[in-house]
């Protein structure tokens, strides 16, 4: 059993356990009885010890420098880039999936150069929904990939088949329930480090030929700086750009765009809100280490394991010692604050570290209240498939690392009440 105590404004928890071995990358542990102590920085008390007692303190002091300290030591600050978007139409379709939806798909050209990144959205709309409607924007591993529809453009750079995460893109129960879905390849912006075949060619140096390439090209550099973006920070700005689109559309409620992802684009999804206060709402489903799960516990996934690529090179630094962080995965989430957010872990996850996930959601509760808001309201994990909390929410699902129908009800649910959402009849 965890306790948890107070001192020298420093939330403290205590576990049974041994220390990692010093100077060598952990092997994955999943022992409880292992998990060393820790200890988390304080959401309210800034880098300084002052303390933060109320919303103003948030906002101007402890907001800005959790965020940068975020930036700097984890995903990395993004570099100087211009602004020259264009949004045009590729294809549309009014009687999408049937009649159910009407479907947009979307290239942004994001640099006004012919050789530049572009990203290409695939937006369904319900057709029976009052319009504007809310959204739920994700990254995919191809368009074409979340369903079947012939009519889907495949994204580049990917391998997905048609339809081959359609389980995890349920689209008629989403646009039943009166929500819009768009997507985009995380490949749009930088090729991700899995693949085969020609991929497999690019995916070592992928990065070169995506946005955080081409930034690296403009400074006349030839790689980022250390602590500058890596892949998932670049994912999350090509989220952003997705809103920006979003924005301009009508048929779409911008002030209810839900970000969420799942694994790896969940992690993203949660630094893309932390990011950009656009987004309403954050959904982080199985997202681990570097997403929801605490750092500083040893338990499955660990920064000394994560792929380098992914965060900045700073980030490397912290790998044989996570506790000199000055962050912790419950500050990302208190980033979020006031807007929503949902965790999920599954019971066959381990690695993503399920308790790291709870506790992450647990310890960022002190920022919404000081918002007047409800966190998960319990601080034993429930069992499984049982929803707990308010605006910060949590389950764990029974079964194996996915995203499935029982999380998209609860993300449904969710989103119905924070947003004031009535689903069409």
């Not at 889907?152 to 339809?163: F, K, P």
């Not at 991700?192 to 946005?211: I, N, P, Q, Y």
């Not at 949660?270 to 040893?298: H, I, P, Q, T």
Request: with cysteine; glycine share 8%; hydrophobic share 40%.
């Amino acid at each position: 059993m965890q306790t948890i105590r107070r001192t020298s404004g420093m939330a403290v928890l205590l576990a049974a356990g041994t220390l990692m071995a010093a100077g060598k990358p952990p092997e994955a542990n999943y022992d409880e009885s292992k998990v060393k102590a820790y200890t988390l920085p304080d959401p309210l008390v800034c880098f300084d010890g002052r303390p933060v007692t109320d919303v103003k303190a948030w906002r101007e002091a402890r907001r800005p420098e959790i965020l940068t300290a975020f930036e700097t030591n984890v995903y990395g600050r993004i570099p100087a880039l211009p602004t020259h978007l264009k949004f045009v139409t590729r294809e549309a379709d009014g009687q999408a999936l049937g009649g159910l939806a009407t479907r947009r798909q979307i290239e942004i050209r994001l640099f006004g150069e012919a050789d530049a990144p572009r990203i290409d959205v695939l937006l369904y709309i319900p057709k029976d929904a009052p319009k504007p409607v809310p959204v739920f924007l994700g990254l995919s591993y191809g368009n074409q990939g979340i369903n079947a529809d012939p009519a889907i453009i495949a994204s580049r750079d990917t391998v997905s088949t048609n339809g081959e995460q359609a389980s995890r893109w349920p689209l008629e129960l989403i646009l039943k329930r009166g929500y819009a879905v768009a997507t985009f390849a995380g490949a749009d912006v930088e090729i991700d480090r899995h693949g085969s075949g020609t991929l497999a060619k690019k995916r070592a140096e992928g990065w070169r030929l995506g946005v955080r390439g081409y930034a690296a090209r403009k400074a006349g550099r030839d790689a980022p700086a250390d602590d500058e973006w890596g892949t998932l920070a670049a994912w999350a700005w090509g989220l952003s750009r997705a809103m920006d689109y979003l924005e301009t559309d009508k048929d779409i409620d911008a002030r209810k765009v839900a970000v969420f992802g799942h694994s790896r684009t969940a992690k993203t999804a949660l630094w893309a809100a932390a990011k950009d206060e656009r987004f309403a709402l954050a959904v982080s489903n199985n997202s681990g280490e570097g997403g929801a799960a605490l750092a500083r516990r040893w338990f499955g996934e660990t920064v000394a394991i994560l792929p380098e690529v992914w965060f900045a090179k700073n980030y490397r630094r912290f790998a044989d010692n996570v506790d000199a962080l000055p962050v912790d995965q419950h500050l990302l989430i208190a980033l979020i604050a006031p807007r929503p957010v949902y965790v999920a872990s599954a019971t066959r996850d381990e690695w993503a570290d399920p308790r790291g996930e709870f506790l992450a959601a647990l310890h960022a509760g002190p920022v919404f209240r000081l918002y007047g808001l409800k966190g998960l309201g319990v601080r034993e994990m429930p069992p499984p498939d049982s929803p707990v909390g308010d605006s910060v929410r949590y389950h764990i699902r029974t079964g194996k690392h996915d995203i499935t129908p029982y999380d998209w009800e609860q993300y449904l649910s969710f989103a119905d009440r924070h947003f004031g959402h009535k689903p069409p009849r």
